[in-house]
């Protein structure tokens, strides 16, 4: 168990809905970090935040949006959803300062969009 | 754009045997990092690689990086059955316009060690 926490596990939901993916880091981690992994696409970087503020983005589309709150917990808002967004979304989260700056993962949530 | 390129991407290898996994990458960089992922869960860290010549080991596992030829390397010593997984690298994109942390993943290593 990493101490970091996704909800839900599972989301299926059809095309043209939006979601919204939640995580809680570990305790005392500042930095969030969201990926997306398909088969086609691998295991991509979408967006991170540190201490409520965005500081990169990656391949994230348009549709999807993300924040961090006050209590650092984030949440991935994906909209207008497509049957290629179905996939597994990780939330990692690392001190970010600190070696060995490392990120540890949740469980992940597996959303289909039918 | 950094890259990260792993091979083989897939190995199947028999209970007993030795096997290097390679994790290639395009541009300098100091932090490596190697996860393990079993089918249908989540990303388990087995090494961070901070520094060129970094060796690390546990159990049947050792991993290494030389930052000049922007190479890691991953061997498996006498595989066993329960090291069946896939293995990924990955690469802090910290140095080229990224953010702290950035993780750019190889395609993954999906290893089956057979009996």
């Known amino acids: 168990d990493s101490g970091v926490t996704q909800t839900p596990k599972h989301l299926i939901t059809a095309t043209g809905q939006r979601v919204t993916l939640r995580c809680s880091p570990r305790?005392?981690?500042?930095?969030v970090y969201w990926y997306q992994q398909s088969l086609d696409q691998g295991l991509q970087f979408l967006i991170q935040?540190?201490?409520?503020?965005?500081?990169a983005k990656g391949n994230i589309l348009e549709r999807f949006s993300a924040q961090q709150f006050p209590d650092l917990h984030s949440e991935l808002n994906l909209s207008s959803l497509e049957l290629g967004d179905s996939a597994l979304y990780f939330c990692?989260?690392?001190?970010?300062?600190?070696?060995?700056?490392?990120?540890?993962f949740g469980p992940g949530t597996r959303l289909t969009v039918t | 754009e950094l890259k990260v390129e792993q091979n083989p991407l897939f190995l199947s290898m028999q209970e007993g045997k030795n096997y290097t996994i390679y994790c290639n990458y395009s541009t300098t960089s100091d932090r490596l990092y190697w996860y393990r992922q079993d089918p249908g869960k989540s990303l388990e860290s087995l090494f961070v690689?901070?520094?060129?010549?970094a060796v690390k080991q546990e159990g049947r596992l050792m991993a290494s990086l030389d930052t000049k030829a922007r190479l890691s390397t991953l061997h498996i010593t006498a595989a066993v059955h329960d090291l069946s997984a896939t293995y990924f690298c990955?690469?802090?994109?910290?140095?080229?316009?990224?953010?702290?942390?950035?993780?750019?993943f190889g395609k993954g290593t999906k290893l089956s060690v057979k009996p």
């Open positions: 690689l901070l520094s060129n010549g």
């Open positions: 935040y540190y201490n409520g503020e965005e500081r």
């Open positions: 305790s005392g981690d500042l930095s």
């Open positions: 990692a989260s690392s001190v970010r300062t600190v070696p060995p700056y490392e990120q540890y």
């Open positions: 990955a690469v802090d994109n910290r140095n080229y316009g990224g953010s702290q942390g950035n993780l750019i």
